[in-house]
């Protein structure tokens, strides 16, 4: 190596010193008084060298200069110690007093070329400690054109020549020497060299913001990372890239840098290991006494190696602000999954501190946007465990959960959580986003009153909340449509218009009051206010809704040809509503007797809409239509291929209307045949595993039995069962399993479908159905409460679907089993007012009216409503005998048992009552 080759040349070079000196002869060269001769000196100095005592072979070189350096008989000896004595000064470390002493070494004129060499690096390190930069380039420079290419100090050198660059700031022309040089150290074999080179060269370019080429620097070191010893300045520089990448929004190059930063204890670990074998090497060298000046450079690499390491220790948070990085990153690509994934892995490990208390709030974001409710709820349950409620965003992070379970649907976990929003935070500015949001969540679980309640409280509650103001009052409308309360919809929703005239829900506004008009059935204003609408608000999600509208009220007023022009207009990427008005048009033609029309209708549709759930019904009604023209066949043979074609698809509920009309298509003995074949269908499916056609063709061949072996039938559905899919079969299917269950006595079975039913289909019309069969199951539970929210739910709907009178009888009975039998008289009342209700649920209703007047020592009263039992509703013959008994109860406890005898004998008179008990009680009170 050079320092062992020049060292090697120093050292003979006493000798020769020494023989110079015995040449002249003794006398000449001793002192007076017995000091030492020349030749003491240089041998003292030998051996202090010799034993890398630099302090007192320097005492002993430049008292030799001193005592004889004007001698011309030494001066041979004088020009070869000269540059000992600089040796001894770098040694020493007196690079100012060694930086002028080489220069005075330089000169001499015989001095040898490797000694020359080993002076030359020195001049440019005391340069270099002086702080002469400029000077140490043209000193390193030097070494590097004249140094043989074998020696490795030659590589050194220009990593020091380099460096002078950068501590000058020239960056550019740092920047073009080290990419010069990298491949070149490379291709001799310097690899550790050319590392440090590179890292060089990335500070560089990181100071000129070349982030570019710093990446691609960056990529190309990853490749060779065991190769840098100092790994920690390297990983730190790769930090700092990724970093200013991501500040510059350039989140791809920030990821792909920062995957590269490896965590705060590998890295020390790492640079221990290197540390350590580094050590290993300086101690190795200075045992074999050859390379002092090899271990003085590596000794400047271990006091660099040394201060990182010292800094790197005490860097806190260094990993948390890294992942802090990463996910900054994703987050900047939207990309909330990657995000959330690294801070969750990241909260898990890392003690409590600012940055993860920040890292925590961003993470129940990042879980928000992915739509991973539960994850959200977990992350703020987790956050509020950890830093508590008086944490600095405990209120938002509070308010979040709340938004979680609100877009997870669970509207009740929702609404209890901004109610402790609102009780624990009423400082918070998220205070007024929680109120309102509960009045969202009441709409959402269809407590319309309280929905409205809170909306019209919001903007006197919080008054400076402008944004919520409006909110509130566009809200207020929806609840009342949603309540079917369209006329107070529509003086909001005009009111709302007029006063915010550029509001963020104005074309909304404007389509409700459309729809508004149109439910009020004021059909012309509706169309004139949905035109206008649909012009003036194209891109709005609700214009094909609007054209939907536009073509009911058309026909409503039989204006066929301008409803179906509105239909055609639905675009075909609001598949619901375009599927709604293609089937109105058709029911239009239908109905206008346009059969071939109404064909090539549903045939353009089929061929169109390939993928459509809704593509069984238009096949049924093609065979419908070869059915009205006689074709019992071919229609038989159109519903059976429709069936095998779509019949396993559960996203296409309309496969059942293909099933109800074939069925219509089979009478009399035919019937047979027809559940013969369904059992057939079954069994192939159930060996394809075709499992929705198997319990579609349970369900057909149970209809088939329901009117010759209807105990069968209802076993059959029961079957279904274990085989239904909630979240993909019909709802159809599902209530027809769960009232078979109610007819089987197995009622709890039965709320378990019905529960699926209203989770999985909550718009279905069979919910109604549902909802009371909950209701009841609730009811023999004697749980009255939630029996009472499922008929109200009913009630307020009032699809239509079910019978209205059944269900309020059972609300009243419900209330007056909360002990409100004031509201239970009122629920009756209205019953016995609504015009459409049946003439027994009228009957039962006066009943129980009178029972419950009586009861309330309102006899008069209760009178009256017996009375009318038998007088209006005489169809129900057990019912009229024992209004007529009560009612004489009632008049032998007032005292008119004369009354109460007449009222007797007028029963009995009526024969078709004598099959009832009461008819033989009022027998024995006429005989006593």
């Given at each position: 190596m050079v320092a062992h080759g020049a060292q090697t040349g120093l050292i003979p070079l006493v000798t020769i010193i020494a023989c110079l000196v015995l040449a002249l002869g003794h006398s000449s060269l001793r002192a007076q008084d017995g000091p030492m001769t020349a030749l003491e000196r240089l041998q003292a100095g030998q051996a202090a060298y010799s034993k890398r005592d630099y302090a007192a072979a320097l005492e002993q070189f430049e008292q030799f200069l001193a005592d004889f350096g004007d001698s011309e008989e030494a001066a041979a000896a004088v020009a070869s110690v000269k540059p000992l004595v600089a040796i001894c000064l770098i040694r020493t470390r007196a690079f100012d007093a060694a930086r002028a002493s080489i220069s005075e070494a330089l000169t001499i004129a015989e001095i040898d070329r490797s000694i020359k060499l080993e002076l030359l690096f020195w001049k440019g390190v005391c340069e270099l400690q002086a702080s002469a930069h400029a000077e140490a380039q043209v000193t390193f420079g030097t070494y590097f054109k004249e140094a043989p290419p074998h020696d490795p100090r030659r590589w050194e050198a220009a990593v020091l020549f380099g460096t002078g660059y950068t501590l000058q700031e020239q960056y550019p022309e740092a920047i073009a020497f080290f990419d010069a040089r990298v491949n070149e150290?490379?291709?001799?074999?310097?690899?550790?060299?050319?590392?440090?080179?590179?890292?060089?060269?990335?500070?560089?370019?990181?100071?000129?913001?070349?982030?570019?080429?710093?990446?691609?620097?960056?990529?190309?070191?990853?490749?060779?990372?065991?190769?840098?010893?100092?790994?920690?300045?390297?990983?730190?520089?790769?930090?700092?890239?990724?970093?200013?990448?991501?500040?510059a929004e350039r989140h791809y190059e920030a990821i792909r840098c920062l995957h590269y930063v490896w965590p705060h204890e590998r890295l020390l670990s790492l640079q221990q290991s290197r540390t350590e074998k580094l050590q290993k090497r300086i101690r190795t060298l200075k045992a074999r006494g050859q390379a002092d000046a090899l271990v003085f450079q590596l000794d400047g690499i271990l006091t660099r190696i040394t201060r990182e390491v010292e800094h790197f220790s005490k860097v806190e948070d260094y990993d948390a602000a890294v992942r802090m990085r990463l996910a900054r990153a994703y987050l900047g690509l939207q990309r909330y999954r990657e995000a959330g994934l690294i801070m969750e892995s990241m909260l898990g490990e890392m003690e409590t501190t600012p940055i993860v208390e920040s890292a925590s709030v961003t993470l129940i974001q990042c879980w928000l946007q992915e739509s991973h409710w539960e994850?959200?709820?977990?992350?703020?349950?987790?956050?509020?465990?950890?830093?508590?409620?008086?944490?600095?965003?405990?209120?938002?992070?509070?308010?979040?959960?709340?938004?979680?379970?609100?877009?997870?649907?669970?509207?009740?976990?929702?609404?209890?959580?901004?109610?402790?929003?609102?009780?624990?935070?009423?400082?918070?500015?998220?205070?007024?986003?929680?109120?309102f949001m509960r009045g969202i969540c009441h709409l959402q679980l269809e407590h319309y009153p309280e929905a409205i309640a809170i909306f019209r409280e919001v903007p006197i509650a919080y008054p400076k909340a402008n944004s919520l103001a409006e909110s509130a009052r566009y809200w207020e409308g929806m609840a009342h449509s949603f309540a079917s309360d369209h006329q107070q919809c529509l003086e909001i929703m005009r009111a709302y218009l007029k006063a915010y005239p550029e509001g963020y829900y104005h074309a909304d506004a404007a389509f409700r009051v459309g729809f508004s008009l149109h439910a009020l059935a004021d059909y012309d204003n509706a169309i004139a206010t949905l035109r206008t609408f649909v012009r003036d608000n194209a891109s709005s999600a609700y214009v094909d809704e609007a054209r939907l509208l536009l073509g009911d009220g058309h026909l409503a007023l039989?204006?066929?040809?301008?409803?179906?022009?509105?239909?055609?207009?639905?675009?075909?990427?609001?598949?619901?509503?375009?599927?709604?008005?293609?089937?109105?048009?058709?029911?239009?033609?239908?109905?206008?007797?346009?059969?071939?029309?109404?064909?090539?209708?549903?045939?353009?549709?089929?061929?169109?809409?390939?993928?459509?759930?809704?593509?069984?019904?238009?096949?049924?009604?093609?065979?419908?239509?070869?059915?009205?023209?006689?074709?019992?066949?071919?229609?038989?043979?159109?519903?059976?291929?429709?069936?095998?074609a779509h019949g396993d698809d559960s996203s296409k509920p309309t496969v059942l209307d293909l099933i109800i009309g074939l069925e219509k298509l089979y009478t009399g003995d035919d019937r047979e045949n027809l559940a013969s074949a369904w059992a057939d269908r079954r069994a192939k499916a159930l060996k394809d595993e075709q499992?929705?056609?198997?319990?579609?063709?349970?369900?057909?061949?149970?209809?088939?039995?329901?009117?010759?072996?209807?105990?069968?039938?209802?076993?059959?559905?029961?079957?279904?069962?274990?085989?239904?899919?909630?979240?993909?079969?019909?709802?159809?299917l599902l209530v027809?399993?769960?009232?078979?269950?109610?007819?089987?006595?197995a009622p709890a079975r039965a709320s378990d479908v019905f529960r699926d039913l209203v989770k999985w289909h909550p718009l279905a019309l069979e919910r109604d159905r549902a909802e009371i069969g909950l209701a009841r199951e609730a009811m023999r539970k004697e749980d009255y409460?939630?029996?009472?929210?499922?008929?109200?739910?009913?009630?307020?709907?009032?699809?239509?679907?079910?019978?209205?009178?059944?269900?309020?009888?059972?609300?009243?009975?419900?209330?007056?089993?909360?002990?409100?039998?004031?509201?239970?008289?009122?629920?009756?009342?209205?019953?016995?007012?609504?015009?459409?209700?049946?003439?027994?649920?009228?009957?039962?209703?006066l009943m129980q009216c009178g029972r419950w007047l009586a009861e309330a020592d309102d006899e008069k009263k209760a009178l009256v409503?017996?009375?009318?039992?038998?007088?209006?509703?005489?169809?129900?013959?057990?019912?009229?005998?024992?209004?007529?008994?009560?009612?004489?109860?009632?008049?032998?406890?007032l005292g008119e048992r004369e009354k109460a005898r007449e009222?007797?004998?007028?029963?009995?008179?009526?024969?078709?009552?004598?099959?009832?008990p009461e008819y033989a009680l009022a027998q024995q009170r006429l005989q006593s």
């Amino acid at each position: 190596m050079v320092a062992h080759g020049a060292q090697t040349g120093l050292i003979p070079l006493v000798t020769i010193i020494a023989c110079l000196v015995l040449a002249l002869g003794h006398s000449s060269l001793r002192a007076q008084d017995g000091p030492m001769t020349a030749l003491e000196r240089l041998q003292a100095g030998q051996a202090a060298y010799s034993k890398r005592d630099y302090a007192a072979a320097l005492e002993q070189f430049e008292q030799f200069l001193a005592d004889f350096g004007d001698s011309e008989e030494a001066a041979a000896a004088v020009a070869s110690v000269k540059p000992l004595v600089a040796i001894c000064l770098i040694r020493t470390r007196a690079f100012d007093a060694a930086r002028a002493s080489i220069s005075e070494a330089l000169t001499i004129a015989e001095i040898d070329r490797s000694i020359k060499l080993e002076l030359l690096f020195w001049k440019g390190v005391c340069e270099l400690q002086a702080s002469a930069h400029a000077e140490a380039q043209v000193t390193f420079g030097t070494y590097f054109k004249e140094a043989p290419p074998h020696d490795p100090r030659r590589w050194e050198a220009a990593v020091l020549f380099g460096t002078g660059y950068t501590l000058q700031e020239q960056y550019p022309e740092a920047i073009a020497f080290f990419d010069a040089r990298v491949n070149e150290a490379d291709s001799q074999g310097m690899h550790e060299v050319s590392a440090r080179l590179m890292t060089l060269q990335l500070h560089a370019l990181l100071q000129t913001e070349q982030f570019d080429d710093a990446l691609a620097l960056t990529l190309r070191a990853s490749e060779r990372f065991e190769q840098f010893v100092q790994i920690i300045g390297l990983q730190s520089l790769i930090l700092e890239l990724g970093s200013r990448l991501l500040d510059a929004e350039r989140h791809y190059e920030a990821i792909r840098c920062l995957h590269y930063v490896w965590p705060h204890e590998r890295l020390l670990s790492l640079q221990q290991s290197r540390t350590e074998k580094l050590q290993k090497r300086i101690r190795t060298l200075k045992a074999r006494g050859q390379a002092d000046a090899l271990v003085f450079q590596l000794d400047g690499i271990l006091t660099r190696i040394t201060r990182e390491v010292e800094h790197f220790s005490k860097v806190e948070d260094y990993d948390a602000a890294v992942r802090m990085r990463l996910a900054r990153a994703y987050l900047g690509l939207q990309r909330y999954r990657e995000a959330g994934l690294i801070m969750e892995s990241m909260l898990g490990e890392m003690e409590t501190t600012p940055i993860v208390e920040s890292a925590s709030v961003t993470l129940i974001q990042c879980w928000l946007q992915e739509s991973h409710w539960e994850r959200a709820v977990s992350a703020a349950d987790l956050y509020l465990q950890r830093f508590g409620d008086e944490a600095p965003s405990a209120a938002t992070v509070l308010f979040m959960k709340g938004q979680a379970w609100q877009s997870a649907r669970r509207y009740e976990e929702a609404l209890a959580v901004f109610e402790t929003c609102l009780s624990q935070y009423a400082k918070s500015p998220m205070t007024p986003n929680a109120a309102f949001m509960r009045g969202i969540c009441h709409l959402q679980l269809e407590h319309y009153p309280e929905a409205i309640a809170i909306f019209r409280e919001v903007p006197i509650a919080y008054p400076k909340a402008n944004s919520l103001a409006e909110s509130a009052r566009y809200w207020e409308g929806m609840a009342h449509s949603f309540a079917s309360d369209h006329q107070q919809c529509l003086e909001i929703m005009r009111a709302y218009l007029k006063a915010y005239p550029e509001g963020y829900y104005h074309a909304d506004a404007a389509f409700r009051v459309g729809f508004s008009l149109h439910a009020l059935a004021d059909y012309d204003n509706a169309i004139a206010t949905l035109r206008t609408f649909v012009r003036d608000n194209a891109s709005s999600a609700y214009v094909d809704e609007a054209r939907l509208l536009l073509g009911d009220g058309h026909l409503a007023l039989g204006e066929l040809e301008p409803g179906m022009a509105a239909y055609a207009q639905i675009s075909t990427e609001s598949v619901k509503f375009y599927e709604e008005g293609a089937f109105k048009t058709g029911k239009a033609l239908r109905m206008s007797e346009r059969f071939d029309e109404m064909r090539k209708h549903f045939e353009g549709f089929i061929d169109n809409q390939t993928d459509s759930a809704r593509l069984p019904k238009a096949l049924h009604w093609l065979a419908w239509l070869q059915q009205r023209e006689g074709n019992l066949d071919g229609a038989r043979e159109s519903y059976w291929e429709a069936i095998d074609a779509h019949g396993d698809d559960s996203s296409k509920p309309t496969v059942l209307d293909l099933i109800i009309g074939l069925e219509k298509l089979y009478t009399g003995d035919d019937r047979e045949n027809l559940a013969s074949a369904w059992a057939d269908r079954r069994a192939k499916a159930l060996k394809d595993e075709q499992a929705t056609l198997a319990v579609r063709a349970l369900w057909a061949h149970a209809r088939v039995l329901q009117r010759t072996q209807p105990i069968q039938a209802t076993v059959m559905m029961t079957e279904m069962v274990p085989e239904l899919n909630p979240e993909q079969h019909s709802a159809r299917l599902l209530v027809d399993a769960a009232v078979a269950l109610e007819r089987m006595d197995a009622p709890a079975r039965a709320s378990d479908v019905f529960r699926d039913l209203v989770k999985w289909h909550p718009l279905a019309l069979e919910r109604d159905r549902a909802e009371i069969g909950l209701a009841r199951e609730a009811m023999r539970k004697e749980d009255y409460t939630a029996a009472l929210g499922h008929f109200e739910y009913v009630e307020s709907r009032g699809s239509g679907t079910v019978r209205l009178g059944e269900i309020l009888l059972d609300k009243a009975h419900c209330q007056e089993a909360l002990g409100d039998r004031e509201a239970a008289l009122s629920t009756l009342e209205a019953l016995l007012a609504e015009k459409a209700i049946s003439a027994e649920a009228k009957a039962k209703a006066l009943m129980q009216c009178g029972r419950w007047l009586a009861e309330a020592d309102d006899e008069k009263k209760a009178l009256v409503y017996f009375e009318r039992v038998y007088l209006v509703y005489g169809r129900d013959t057990a019912l009229v005998a024992t209004a007529y008994w009560s009612r004489g109860q009632l008049l032998e406890q007032l005292g008119e048992r004369e009354k109460a005898r007449e009222l007797y004998h007028e029963m009995v008179s009526r024969e078709e009552l004598r099959e009832h008990p009461e008819y033989a009680l009022a027998q024995q009170r006429l005989q006593s």
